[in-house]
Antibody
Framework: QVQLQESGPGLVKPSQTLSLTCTVS??????????WNWIRQHPGKGLEWIGY???????YYNPSLRSRVTISLDTSKNQFSLNLSSVTAADTAVYYC????????WGQGTTVTVSS | DIQMTQSPSSLSASVGDRVTITCRAS??????LGWYQQKPGKAPKRLIY???SLQSGVPSRFSGSGSGTEFTLTISSLQPEDFATYYC?????????FGPGTKVDIK
């Protein structure tokens, strides 16, 4: 049973880079042909897809965030990561990682607050 | 981007009620749609994939239907643990987009 777990700082200062990691257990991140996604949810709001990294390492980002987002794979650690640069208070959200185009398996989420 | 709308945005229902939620896409998405249930403080949980296929382990009172631009999620007999917010997700074209959600609460 594949499981995903997000980790990273819960507090980030404005203008800095938000960095999160998703650790995958119960399966290899580099097999199966899966897309590995990041999604966020602003407080009390709906869900916004941020981007994915394919098992091959190729990426695709939401155009609304493309200029600030980098998603990468670390196959040696069975992890993938999100970097979001130049953050503002508007990036305060719960961040989730999820597997596949169909987003069948999700992590539990991690709350990130942007504040000085 | 494909815009997803849901109706109603919220509803009040009683245990045992039949509940139907509708999701509409701004353009055709074949059956590339999933339904998710989210409870407060928890991650979304997938209930339905490919518009009408029941996720393993999900009770059979949940069902999905539709294709193209209009989809429905039906709960045949609402149970206490079903009070939650429900989202649809289209993954037919990038970026994937979610509906705004339907909150189901107790009447």
């Amino acid at each position: 049973q594949v499981q995903l777990q997000e980790s990273g700082p819960g507090l980030v200062k404005p203008s800095q880079t938000l960095s999160l990691t998703c650790t995958v257990s119960g399966g290899s991140i580099s097999s199966g042909g899966y897309y590995w996604n990041w999604i966020r949810q602003h407080p009390g709001k709906g869900l916004e897809w941020i981007g994915y990294v394919f098992y091959s390492g190729s990426t695709y980002y939401n155009p609304s965030l493309r200029s600030r987002v980098t998603i990468s794979l670390d196959t040696s650690k069975n992890q993938f990561s999100l970097n979001l640069s130049s953050v503002t208070a508007a990036d305060t959200a719960v961040y989730y990682c999820a597997r596949a185009e169909r987003m069948d398996v999700w992590g539990q989420g991690t709350t990130v607050t942007v504040s000085s | 981007d494909i815009q997803m709308t849901q109706s109603p945005s919220s509803l009040s229902a009683s245990v045992g009620d039949r509940v139907t939620i509708t999701c509409r896409a701004s353009q055709g998405i074949r059956n590339d749609l999933g339904w998710y249930q989210q409870k407060p403080g928890k991650a979304p949980k997938r209930l339905i994939y490919a518009a009408s296929s029941l996720q393993s382990g999900v009770p059979s009172r949940f069902s999905g239907s539709g294709s193209g631009t209009e989809f429905t999620l039906t709960i045949s007999s609402l149970q206490p643990e079903d009070f939650a917010t429900y989202y649809c997700l289209q993954h037919n074209s990038y970026p994937p987009t979610f509906g705004p959600g339907t909150k189901v609460d107790i009447k």
